[in-house]
């Protein structure tokens, strides 16, 4: 850094430094400013510029212009005090302005200058309550962690004056810190210094302002991206820090979303409100802000609404769009989402509504459902049930069930099947089905003399298949005699 080296400068002469400069230095330890004031007026009072150099006239304090102004420098720096911008201020300006071009007095320029740049930002820290002493803008750029510290510290002491800043006090915000990184930080990413502003004005609720900087300035523009995470995270902040669904913190976070409405990250952040706050209060569901945070996976809201009065389940739409709302928007979420529900029909003996899921369910492939699709299959009669729908649910379990239901399952199999085949011959002879009840693991329980005779009515049935049309009439009489044992009545042709 240029001050660093301007500072080593009068460092290498300092076993040269006068009596006066040595007191005057101590003086300065001691936060004697004022006296260290009246010694540079004193002595720069009675400088005189001859041919483009300035020299001293008989009573003399310093041995020339550049020891007084190095000498005051050092003064200013070695203050330890935040109050004495106005006595810093007034020793710079009765310095002697240097005329000569050499090195070392062109770095001395440099050094002074940089000084009062440093008064004007100390100045600044002290009017936004976090002083800082001289010495410590010589160190700054070797801590650049504690210089954002102080900047976030300064926007939160901002943000919590009462009365809240007007449009204009921010206004005026925005261009100090533009004059603390130009005069004392300049390592700071101009950048940052936005988004760190922008973050305090959606903090105070100046979200219409914050719209206008968001898109950048005439000096700096910010990324898409990060104004949207900006927005998020203050969003988050007021949502998270909520105490109840009614309190003023929900709206500011609706309004902070609502400065990227358009943005799907956003959207999402605002769906999750939209959820908590009006949805699952609709299915009698109540989940304040901090439960959420706590909540690792959505679908614990989610099945807490299915369960959480009675009747809950039957509000499938409802339930399936919270689902969404939370982020639960894949195939395979919405598919758990179902199967919870399925499981709570079934539960409350709502089997209709769980066989119509289930169907949906196995249409998907979803094989977690494998266990209540058996049940069903083998359950009672419901609507819009036949044989082919339990065929299809019982088929799903085997493709997915464990290896401890496969024999069970398989059996189950066997007679379902055999009663499908049972009625596609009584539907092609016009006899009418018998009534097979349930029982057991199985769907289908025959009278132990009539499985021989199904077994016989499939081997027809096979053959018929097979032959004219001649011999098919004989085959069909046998069909008819045994379907007409089957059904328990005396089959008459015509």
Same mark, same amino acid.
């Given at each position: 850094?240029?001050?660093?080296?301007?500072?080593?400068?009068?460092?290498?002469?300092?076993?040269?430094?006068?009596?006066?400069?040595?007191?005057?230095?101590?003086?300065?330890?001691?936060?004697?400013?004022?006296?260290?004031?009246?010694?540079?007026?004193?002595?720069?009072?009675?400088?005189?510029?001859?041919?483009?150099?300035?020299?001293?006239?008989?009573?003399?304090?310093?041995?020339?212009?550049?020891?007084?102004?190095?000498?005051?420098?050092?003064?200013?720096?070695?203050?330890?005090?935040?109050?004495?911008?106005?006595?810093?201020?007034?020793?710079?300006?009765?310095?002697?302005?240097?005329?000569?071009?050499?090195?070392?007095?062109?770095?001395?320029?440099?050094?002074?200058?940089?000084?009062?740049?440093?008064?004007?930002?100390?100045?600044?820290?002290?009017?936004?309550?976090?002083?800082?002493?001289?010495?410590?803008?010589?160190?700054?750029?070797?801590?650049?962690?504690?210089?954002?510290?102080?900047?976030?510290?300064?926007?939160?002491?901002?943000?919590?004056?009462?009365?809240?800043?007007?449009?204009?006090?921010?206004?005026?915000?925005?261009?100090?810190?533009?004059?603390?990184?130009?005069?004392?930080?300049?390592?700071?990413?101009?950048?940052?210094?936005?988004?760190?502003?922008?973050?305090?004005?959606?903090?105070?609720?100046?979200?219409?302002?914050?719209?206008?900087?968001?898109?950048?300035?005439?000096?700096?523009?910010?990324?898409?991206?990060?104004?949207?995470?900006?927005?998020?995270? @203050?969003?988050?902040?007021?949502?998270? +820090?909520?105490?109840?669904? $009614?309190?003023? *913190?929900?709206?500011? &976070? !609706? /309004?902070?979303?609502?400065?990227?409405?358009?943005?799907?990250?956003?959207?999402?952040?605002?769906?999750?409100?939209?959820?908590?706050?009006?949805?699952?209060?609709?299915?009698?569901?109540?989940?304040?802000?901090?439960?959420?945070?706590?909540?690792?996976?959505?679908?614990?809201?989610?099945?807490?609404?299915?369960?959480?009065?009675?009747?809950?389940?039957?509000?499938?739409?409802?339930?399936?769009?919270? @689902?969404?709302?939370?982020?639960?928007? +894949?195939?395979?979420?919405? $598919?758990?989402? *179902?199967?919870?529900? &399925? !499981? /709570?029909?079934?539960?409350?003996?709502?089997?209709?509504?769980?066989?119509?899921?289930?169907?949906?369910?196995?249409?998907?492939?979803?094989?977690?459902?494998?266990?209540?699709?058996?049940?069903?299959?083998?359950?009672?009669?419901?609507?819009?049930?036949?044989?082919?729908?339990?065929?299809?649910?019982?088929?799903?379990?085997?493709?997915?069930?464990?290896?401890?239901?496969?024999?069970?399952?398989?059996? @189950?199999?066997?007679?379902?099947?055999?009663?499908?085949?049972?009625?596609?011959?009584?539907?092609?002879?016009?006899?009418?089905?018998?009534?097979?009840?349930?029982?057991?693991?199985?769907?289908?329980?025959?009278?132990?003399?009539?499985?021989?005779?199904?077994?016989?009515?499939?081997?027809?049935?096979?053959?018929?298949?097979?032959?004219?049309?001649?011999?098919?009439?004989?085959?069909?009489?046998?069909?008819?005699?045994?379907?007409?044992?089957?059904?328990?009545?005396?089959?008459?042709?015509?």
């Amino acid at each position: 850094m240029a001050h660093e080296s301007c500072y080593h400068v009068s460092a290498d002469s300092k076993n040269d430094e006068s009596f006066l400069v040595r007191w005057m230095k101590e003086i300065a330890l001691e936060n004697k400013l004022d006296i260290c004031l009246t010694v540079i007026e004193e002595a720069c009072r009675d400088m005189v510029v001859e041919e483009g150099w300035t020299d001293f006239q008989s009573n003399v304090f310093f041995k020339d212009e550049v020891e007084a102004v190095d000498c005051a420098l050092q003064c200013i720096y070695m203050c330890t005090v935040t109050d004495k911008w106005s006595t810093m201020a007034a020793i710079l300006s009765k310095l002697p302005q240097i005329q000569d071009t050499e090195t070392r007095v062109e770095g001395l320029k440099r050094r002074r200058k940089l000084a009062e740049g440093h008064i004007e930002v100390g100045r600044l820290l002290e009017f936004y309550q976090v002083p800082k002493a001289m010495n410590f803008f010589l160190e700054a750029h070797s801590d650049g962690k504690g210089v954002k510290q102080i900047l976030r510290l300064i926007l939160s002491k901002f943000v919590r004056r009462q009365p809240s800043r007007s449009d204009n006090d921010w206004a005026n915000m925005w261009r100090d810190m533009q004059c603390l990184r130009e005069k004392a930080f300049p390592f700071l990413d101009l950048e940052y210094m936005l988004m760190e502003f922008c973050r305090g004005l959606l903090k105070a609720g100046k979200f219409s302002l914050a719209r206008n900087y968001l898109k950048g300035t005439s000096s700096v523009a910010l990324a898409l991206e990060k104004a949207e995470n900006l927005v998020i995270q @203050a969003a988050r902040e007021y949502f998270f +820090s909520a105490s109840s669904l $009614s309190c003023p *913190e929900i709206w500011k &976070a !609706r /309004e902070c979303l609502n400065l990227y409405p358009s943005s799907g990250n956003v959207k999402a952040e605002a769906d999750v409100i939209d959820a908590l706050t009006v949805k699952l209060p609709n299915l009698g569901v109540t989940v304040l802000p901090m439960q959420f945070r706590q909540i690792k996976d959505p679908m614990e809201i989610v099945k807490m609404a299915i369960t959480s009065q009675s009747g809950a389940y039957l509000h499938v739409d409802e339930l399936i769009e919270v @689902a969404k709302l939370l982020g639960l928007s +894949s195939p395979e979420d919405i $598919s758990a989402v *179902e199967e919870a529900i &399925a !499981r /709570e029909a079934a539960v409350a003996g709502d089997l209709q509504l769980a066989f119509d899921l289930c169907l949906v369910l196995a249409k998907k492939g979803h094989g977690l459902i494998w266990d209540l699709c058996a049940a069903i299959a083998r359950g009672p009669a419901l609507e819009n049930m036949d044989i082919s729908s339990r065929t299809q649910l019982l088929g799903f379990a085997l493709s997915h069930c464990d290896e401890e239901s496969i024999g069970e399952l398989l059996h @189950a199999w066997k007679d379902l099947d055999m009663q499908g085949q049972c009625e596609t011959l009584m539907m092609l002879t016009g006899t009418t089905s018998p009534k097979f009840s349930v029982q057991g693991s199985s769907i289908i329980s025959y009278p132990s003399h009539s499985i021989q005779d199904i077994v016989h009515l499939k081997d027809c049935f096979e053959q018929v298949q097979g032959i004219g049309s001649d011999d098919q009439e004989v085959h069909f009489e046998k069909i008819k005699d045994i379907l007409s044992v089957l059904v328990g009545e005396k089959w008459f042709c015509p």
